[in-house]
């Protein structure tokens, strides 16, 4: 079974923190993702990463920067948090490589972000 | 980026009635279709997926749903639904070749018992 893991389920930090948000996955899957789940909005895209030290701009990349130094490790930071960056955030993995895009995403549980 | 347009935003019925879920997208090239559930507390896990072939596809626990490459939709259906079935189901869509998902806004879905 793929297994993708977060770091933290539950997360309370202050405005103007530096939060890393980690995720791991243990199946060797090239690709990686990062969303945040609100109400009524569904997923959007943060960043994603298709390689090592690839990554890209997805939908909302604004006040979010992301590293990916080994394979299965993706982390999101939030450089300067703010509460309007208060919301759920699903980490995913996915394989084969780029170039077919209809392969599984797998998920992680979710780590819920409180900005105060 | 692809659009993608979730028609309902909560549905509540009794055991055993019908579900049908709409799901419109905005693409006009190839696409990939899929479905995904969160059933409360857990992962959001896939339950089902188009890519080619029969456009009536099946997908775990009873579910299945119809691609109609002419109205831009990939409607969800289950014929009986149980109290389990209680979760919010996403839509998602993506372009062929492209492995980035455009999500829907979700349905949830209460089923009584």
């Known amino acids: 079974d793929v297994k993708v893991t977060q770091s933290s389920r539950y997360l309370v930090k202050r405005t103007g923190e530096k939060v890393f948000l980690e995720c791991v996955q243990d199946m060797d899957h090239e690709n990686m993702f990062w969303y945040r789940q609100d109400p009524g909005l569904g997923l959007r895209l943060i960043y994603f990463s298709y390689d090592v030290k690839m990554k890209e701009k997805g939908d909302i990349p604004e006040g979010y920067s992301v590293s990916r130094e080994k394979k299965e490790r993706f982390s999101l930071i939030l450089e300067s948090a703010s509460t309007n960056q208060t919301s759920m955030y699903l980490c995913a993995s996915s394989s084969p490589p780029p170039g077919q895009g209809s392969e599984t995403q797998y998920f992680g549980p979710g780590t819920r972000l409180l900005v105060l | ?113």
């Open chain 2, 1 to 113: 980026a692809q659009s993608v347009s979730q028609h309902n935003h909560h549905v509540i019925l009794s055991e055993a009635a019908s579900l049908e879920l709409g799901c419109n997208y905005s693409y006009g090239g190839t696409v990939n279709l899929f479905w995904y559930v969160q059933y409360p507390g857990q992962h959001l896990q896939l339950l089902l997926k188009y890519f080619s072939g029969d456009p009536l596809v099946k997908g775990i626990k009873g579910f299945e749903a119809e691609f109609i490459k002419s109205k831009f939709s990939f409607n969800l259906r289950k014929p009986s639904v149980q109290w389990s079935d209680t979760a919010e189901y996403f839509c998602a869509v993506n372009s062929y070749n492209d492995y980035k998902l455009s999500f829907g806004a979700g349905t949830t879905v209460t089923v009584r018992a």
